[in-house]
């Protein structure tokens, strides 16, 4: 079993749709909580960072973790077609200089 | 916020030859910087971790001899990909850990011909 599970899409929805995305892991250690986007050809940049369980939301974007059940959520409300990107989830057991672990990354396209 | 710039974006070079690449923090001190290689429609790969002042430590089947890492100062870091073939065509990407999260560069693409 990988570290980090997500489901690698590709995810189409029409604009203003709600998305949901979502990461599994099976490393209780983990602690911190990222949602990176990545468009075609550029380095991820960071979207949501979460520590530890609950919800954080910053505009359309809400994250969610539960570490109960080791499951993290990325919400994308009123999706736009500039939402189109690879979206990846990372998580790191410390704040000090550990490398992330990464999900596979899923696949999203907004439809105008 | 944090930005780490890398350089160059895009590159092509003939087989044999090497190839630098250079990432900088502009407005804080990566003491750590990690490089990553990409391959298309997948996840990102470590390579390794560079730290300022010592050696890079190399993920497991990662060349050390091939791709060389020097991190001589808190804002540089680089990565060479030396007798580069076409198999080592792929998308290098680094990163540092700033105050708040982990910022990324905007990625090089490598292409070897």
């Known amino acids: 079993q990988k570290e980090v599970e997500q489901d690698p899409g590709p995810l189409s929805v029409p604009e203003g749709a709600i998305v949901s995305l979502n990461c599994t892991y099976s490393?209780?250690?983990?602690?911190?909580f990222m949602w990176y986007r990545q468009y075609s050809r550029k380095g991820p940049e960071l979207l949501m960072y979460?520590?530890?369980?609950g919800n954080k939301e910053d505009g359309r974007f809400t994250a969610q973790v539960d570490k109960s059940s080791k499951y993290i959520s990325l919400f994308i409300r009123d999706s736009q077609p500039s939402d189109s990107a690879t979206y990846l989830c990372?998580?790191?057991?410390?704040?000090?200089?550990?490398?992330?672990?990464f999900g596979k990354g899923t696949r999203l396209s907004v439809i105008a | 916020g944090a930005v780490v710039s890398q350089h160059p974006s895009w590159v092509i070079c003939k087989s044999g030859t090497s190839v630098k690449i250079e990432c900088r923090s502009l407005?804080?001190?990566?003491?750590?910087m990690f490089w990553y290689r990409q391959f298309p429609k997948q996840s990102l790969m470590l390579m390794a971790t560079?730290?300022?002042?010592?050696?890079?430590?190399?993920e497991q089947g990662v060349e050390k001899d091939k791709f060389l890492i020097n991190h001589a100062s808190l804002t540089l870091s680089t990565l060479t990909v030396t007798s580069a073939h076409p198999e080592d065509s792929s998308f290098y990407i680094c990163?540092?850990?700033?105050?708040?999260?982990?910022?990324f560069g905007s990625g090089t693409r490598l292409t070897v011909v």
């Open positions: 490393n209780s250690a983990f602690q911190y």
């Open positions: 979460t520590y530890s369980s």
């Open positions: 560079s730290n300022e002042g010592s050696k890079a430590t190399y």
């Open positions: 407005d804080f001190q990566a003491t750590t």
């Open positions: 990372a998580m790191s057991p410390d704040s000090g200089n550990t490398p992330l672990v």
């Open positions: 990163s540092a850990k700033d105050g708040y999260g982990y910022t």
